[in-house]
């Protein structure tokens, strides 16, 4: 380019000398004129070039030096990401530690994104404090302090900062969640049941556990007949309905049984018929399990009407069936030493039933789907984790 420019600069000298048909060029510049020579000036500009040319090389030199150490700085930055990021990826705690106390690192810088990563390393009450005091990161300061409340059991703490975030941020999903959860503990169905109503409009529950839910805090507020026909295959469900429903109890217990069969069902049915005589009862237990009769529960349902109406022999052939197919638990080896007992006199057998139902594990029972306990029995909300309508048999 600069060869380029000097090339036009001759070309036009030459042409003017031609033009004006003498070697004195004339220049006039704010009022005043100077004559120079063609022979002085083209050694005045040929001066310049070289000055230019000479002046240049320390320039670039500085520029390369500045662009050199850009480069060494970012190189250190990408190294040191890449420690930070190694150190995340193996939870190596000793590393974390070191990163947070590292004077002039990155955590000890004070913009918004050393905030947010700082509460990742570090998170700690004073952190999320900070957080909170800006407002492109207030809600995960907010969100910090809550469950450090939470986590701390200062629960009145975290209830105060809920409310903030309640009034700040309505529509922010772990908001919604968290105030649905305390609701659920302090029994507020019917903010509970708002707010479940949220979530699903959110679409951050899926339609199948909004409608479990639904029915369990229905059957919480004593709606049972709303419970139940939101959710008929719940056991307990059909049982609280078919006691308020003694003209349809037959039929409503026999749908829950053939949709989900549970020993609350089988027990409320047959308390239907317990002053009926034998043959009676055993006769209705079949019309309950005549779609299932291979059933684990199905056999124990008809092996324990044979026992209450002293039917041995039935009872224990039942029971056998039942051995062939499914393992041992304590319920149906109680109910073999009861036979052995009363319906044989075989008392030495009953023992030993009785010692293997001690020494049986029952793999049977309520659990909570969401935190895997079991429980004794069914209820709206899980003792263990407050869970609502996520407990069923297995």
Known sequence: MLKL??????????????????????????????TLSTVLLIVLLTLCVYLFRLIKKPFLYLFGFKNRRATSNLVKKEAYLTFVLETILDQNNESISR????????????????????????????TFEELSKHKETELAGIRGLYFEAKKSGNLKEAEIILSKAERSYPNVFWVIQESYDIAVLQNDADKALFLLDELLRLKQISKEDYIHQKAALYFIKGKIKEAYQLNKICPAFAVAYAK??????????????????SWEVYETYMNLFKDQPAEKQLKMVNKLIAKNKEFRISLLALADTAIR???????????????????????????????SRLGWHHEQEAKEWEQKAIETEDKYGWTCLNCSQSTSEWSAICPHCNKVGKITYR
Not at 100 to 123: E, M, R, S, T
Not at 244 to 261: G, R, V
Not at 310 to 339: D, F, G, I, N
């Open 309 to 339: 109406n002293e039917k041995w022999r039935l009872a224990k052939e039942t029971l056998t069936a039942y051995l062939q197919s499914y393992p041992l638990t304590k319920k149906v080896a109680y109910m073999m030493a009861q036979v």
């Open 99 to 126: 990163i947070v106390k590292q004077k002039g690192g990155l955590l000890q810088k004070k913009d918004i994104k050393h905030l947010l990563l700082n509460a990742f390393f570090n998170p700690s009450k004073e």
């Open 5 to 34: 420019i000097l090339f036009m600069i001759a070309m036009f000298a030459t042409g003017f000398l031609i033009v004006q048909e003498n070697w004195d060029v004339t220049i006039a510049a704010f009022g005043y004129e100077v």
């Open 244 to 261: 308020e429903n003694k003209e349809n109890a037959q039929n409503i217990l026999i749908t829950s049984w053939n949709k989900e069969p």
